[in-house]
């Protein structure tokens, strides 16, 4: 048997190809996670091929605080402040991956970077992957940290690229952290997408231990289960941003892309919210994403154990359309109604909305029941305003935790 010849390396016109469509993908997703935006704020979607799969309502909605009417303090005594990890932000908020690697995205992170420096919140790149194929697309994403010199970035990566890729991705935007993306889902309705995925666990490890700052593992919009929380954990990971379903819809926009083969998975996965509820006690810096579509469900990630929230779609409109001043007074309308809410709740801080009273409802009290976990102690928080011995980060006890 003769051995099967050695590829060969690609000419430069195949690079530029792959460059080209690489670029043309970004702009798509752009251009298809806006009409998104649009269909939730419009009666009537304006992109049929988006709108053809609906996403279901929001888990947020089965979330409500029990309102107690002499709890409330001054809203002058609230402290944003927030630690995760070793890092203190100034507010349980911050501006998630968006894009990159495009002419619109170079517009969309500018403005983006822009807001997050006036606003002092922290900000997270689309994936770089692109630039470090193609150098000459890095000023799209370099933008965030040239407009933003002193604040928190944090460089984005897929996890199936090779371990020094993380590191690529840091030095090029002098970040703070690396996001670390696990999109199978996406990957796999891509028409270009990777198909191999077994050994990601691994690739994790190895960008942790080869990356000099610390590494957020997040998902693209289809939320991080308990069982993979506690893998993550096992590998060296200690931070994780949920980033469950319901904003940003990558199931539709891929299959959209791919002329709607896929068109059944739109509503594939678990919210932030259900993973939250779902997550490990040991997992110490939980963040949350996906479907968050105003402050108070920001609030109420908060309640159910996120350090900060991430926040993507509701930006993108006024980034892409309006300019970096309107985006600016957007979030910071956005923390003044977080600041509000708080003490509306009696929390003097993030932490303290641990001791609030939540009711867990509909589709949500369904997850949390089939999968063994008590939310009825969520709704007596604030009787004992303490922590007990085998309660989570959201005050849930499943019954895999009593055992």
Same mark, same amino acid.
């Given at each position: ?58 888990? @947020? ?90 604040? @928190? ?68 919009? @289809? ?44 509503? @594939? ?135």
């Amino acid at each position: 048997m003769t051995n099967p010849s050695p590829k060969s390396a690609p000419t430069n016109a195949e690079i530029q190809r792959a460059v080209a469509r690489a670029s043309a993908r970004k702009e798509d997703h752009i251009r298809l996670a806006a009409e998104q935006r649009r269909e939730i704020q419009t009666p009537r979607p304006s992109a049929p091929e988006v709108a053809a799969h609906p996403p279901r309502p929001s888990e @947020f909605d089965d979330l409500e605080f029990l309102h107690h009417a002499l709890d409330a303090i001054n809203v002058a005594a609230v402290d944003l402040t927030t630690k995760v990890a070793d890092w203190t932000w100034q507010a349980p908020l911050y501006i998630n991956g968006m894009t990159g690697g495009a002419e619109t995205a170079m517009r969309v992170n500018r403005a983006l970077a822009i807001a997050a420096r006036e606003t002092d919140v922290p900000i997270a790149s689309g994936s770089v992957g692109i630039a470090i194929d193609d150098p000459s697309t890095a000023a799209s994403f370099r933008v965030i940290r040239e407009e933003n010199p002193n604040g @928190f970035v944090m460089a984005n990566v897929g996890a199936g690229r090779p371990a020094d890729h993380g590191q690529r991705a840091v030095d090029l935007l002098e970040a703070n952290a690396l996001q670390l993306h696990l999109n199978a889902v996406q990957e796999t309705i891509m028409p270009e997408g990777s198909r191999e995925f077994s050994n990601w666990l691994r690739g994790v490890e190895r960008t942790v231990a080869a990356t000099s700052v610390p590494v957020i593992v997040k998902e693209v919009g @289809f939320g991080l289960s308990r069982r993979t929380l506690q893998q993550l954990r096992e590998v060296g990971v200690h931070i994780a941003d949920v980033s469950g379903s319901g904003g940003t819809n990558f199931a539709r926009i891929e299959s959209a892309r791919g002329g709607d083969a896929f068109g059944y998975l739109g509503s @594939f996965g678990q919210s932030a919210a259900a993973c939250l509820l779902d997550a490990p006690t040991h997992f110490p810096n939980l963040l949350a994403s996906g479907g968050v579509r105003h402050p108070l469900d920001v609030v109420k990630a908060l309640a159910l154990g996120a350090r900060a929230v991430g926040v993507a779609g509701p930006f993108l409109l006024p980034a892409l359309e309006g300019t970096p001043e309107d985006l600016t007074a957007e979030i910071a309308s956005w923390l003044e109604q977080i600041r509000m809410l708080h003490a509306m709740l009696g929390a003097a801080s993030p932490r303290e909305l641990a001791t609030t009273d939540l009711l867990v409802r509909g589709r949500l009290h369904e997850f949390a029941t089939l999968r063994g976990i008590d939310v009825t102690v969520l709704s007596h928080r604030s009787d004992a305003r303490a922590t007990s011995t085998g309660v989570s980060n959201t005050g849930v006890t499943s019954t895999e935790e009593k055992r």
